[in-house]
């Protein structure tokens, strides 16, 4: 028997003799006054004569982070969703039923104390116990050291414990709901309607993406756990709902690695009468907003690199991007021979037989994108790799279509949208042929949006941002499982 499954059994036999006590060992009744919090932030200033002069009673409820003995006298810090609080039990001044209960608990057990505060020699505002209840025994011992790299998997694993023992772990998700709550202000107060759309869906529509597939017994039909809601927040501009936005969960059933998860979190907005010019002011707009408010500055710290997210931000087109990065002229990249005697000469491994608007992304994506630290607007994007996005006016090979990238990762796609049935058709077909030739990714023929079109989507542009990847940003965390509170994994062994 191990260590760890010793000290389980000591806790099962505590267990046991509390319920043969007649303690009830996980009861429902015990209501606090306070969080631990609100006695800080109202009582900790106060003068000791002053807090010793209070009558009043504090009763708090939390879990034990640990207890220090001292013979007749402890202390232990009681630990609630808003911070922690020490407690001080001492066998004199405390119910002779609570003192024998108090002999059997353990840290990780979540108790409700009540009684007076205090402040100790050390200065330290603490509860004076006149009374506690055992109110869920906790079986597992807590980890002594679950910081660290060697502990890294299993905090994904066990996130309960996570958040349990890493204060910062918890301040990271707690500034992710924040960033959220921001994101949906930010477009309520530009009269952006907050919709929801199919998680399941016939046709796996809306980005280039693996589906996960199930099955729907009652209809006897297949069905795709979503990539992406585009084309079902696009019937909605047809339908009048001229400006849109979702906040989503997609699932894409490709890798996984300190970027990607297969489900994910993004927000995907679209406004009707804009163009992708309008959305590059917009998102720059939205991501300043978001830093004032999270970091207190424009200026972010993310690894080694001091990001400034003041506006206006660079833009670039995806060639003039590889000619830069790649230290070639830019009509050296111009066609397919040229990209390839650039990656051959920069040690890059490119698959084979591509045509031309393929390879610049491929090239692009392993040379440049991992040194886009500063913001970045990438445009230029050709028409074969963007099958949702309108042709430009100017170079028809092209479409109206920006990515931007923030310290070398890719967080927003955005496009004026393609509105043109007949051209919308046509993509698709040429998508389809090229998935009957082997593309898994290419899109699919979807009937059904192409007769929205018909009836008329107004001119518009959408986007969409990684949530998760914009946490990262803003939590300055170097994996996308670090901010997600049960990444996928591999199972236990």
């Known amino acids: 028997m191990d ?3 010793e000290q389980m059994e000591v806790r ?13 060992p996980y009861p429902n009744d015990f209501k606090p006054s306070h969080l631990t919090s609100e006695i800080v932030a109202d009582y900790s200033a106060l003068p000791d004569e002053q807090l010793s002069a209070l009558r009043s009673e504090f009763s708090v409820a939390g879990r034990i982070m640990g207890i220090r003995s001292f013979g007749k006298a402890s202390f232990f810090h009681l630990q609630d969703r808003k911070g922690r609080l020490q407690v001080y039990v001492r066998r004199d001044r405390v119910e002779e039923v609570s003192y024998r209960l108090f002999e059997q608990l353990d840290a990780g057990d979540i108790v409700g104390v009540w009684g007076r505060l205090f402040r100790t020699k ?3 505002l603490t509860i004076e116990a006149q009374g506690l209840r055992l109110l869920s025994k906790c079986l597992r011992p807590l980890p002594e050291k679950w910081h660290g790299l060697a502990d890294v998997e299993a905090r994904y694993r066990q996130r309960y414990v996570d958040l349990m023992v890493n204060r ?7 500034k992710r709901s924040q960033i959220v709550r921001l994101i949906r202000k930010f477009f309520e107060e530009r009269d952006f309607l907050e919709v929801e759309t199919p998680m399941m869906q016939p046709i796996p529509g809306g980005a280039a993406a693996r589906p996960f597939m199930t099955h729907h017994n009652a209809l006897n039909m297949d069905l795709y756990l979503r990539v992406a809601p585009e084309l079902f927040l696009k019937r909605l501009l047809v339908g009048g709902l001229e400006r849109v936005f979702e906040l989503n969960r997609n699932f894409r059933n490709e890798g996984v690695s300190v970027r990607h998860n297969p489900e994910f979190t993004m927000l995907e907005f679209y406004q009707a009468y804009a163009t992708y010019d309008d959305l590059m002011e917009l998102t720059q707009e939205l991501f300043a907003t978001v830093a004032k408010e999270i970091a207190g500055s424009l200026k972010i ?8 997210l003041k506006p206006p931000w660079r833009r670039l087109s995806l060639a003039e991007a590889v000619a830069k990065y790649g230290g070639a002229k830019r009509e050296e990249v111009a066609g397919v021979e040229g990209l390839r005697a650039l990656a051959q000469a920069k040690g890059l491994r490119l698959e084979p037989a591509q045509i031309y608007g393929p390879l610049l992304v491929e090239v692009f994506e392993k040379l440049v994108e991992p040194q886009l630290i500063q913001p970045t607007f990438i445009t230029g994007y050709p028409l074969e790799v963007s099958p949702l996005a ?5 170079n028809p090979a092209l479409v ?6 923030i310290g070398g990762r890719e967080l927003a796609n955005a496009f004026s949208e393609l509105n043109d049935p007949i051209d919308q058709r046509d993509r698709f077909e040429r998508q389809a042929a090229a998935r009957k030739a082997g593309d898994e990714l290419a899109h699919a023929l979807d009937e059904d949006y192409v007769r929205a079109l018909e009836y008329g989507m107004p001119p518009a542009a959408g986007e969409g941002i990684g949530i998760d990847r914009m946490v990262m940003l803003f939590t300055a965390s170097s994996s996308i499982r670090d901010v997600i509170l049960f990444p996928l994994l591999r199972p236990e062994r």
């Open 3 to 5: 260590e760890v499954t």
């Open 12 to 24: 099962r036999q505590k267990l046991l003799k509390l319920r043969e006590s007649g303690h009830a």
């Open 122 to 124: 050390t200065k330290e």
């Open 168 to 174: 910062e772990v918890k301040e990271l998700f707690q």
């Open 301 to 308: 710290q993310y690894g080694d690199h001091a990001i400034d």
């Open 390 to 394: 309108r042709k430009s006016d100017k």
């Open 400 to 405: 109206d279509r920006f990515e931007l990238y």
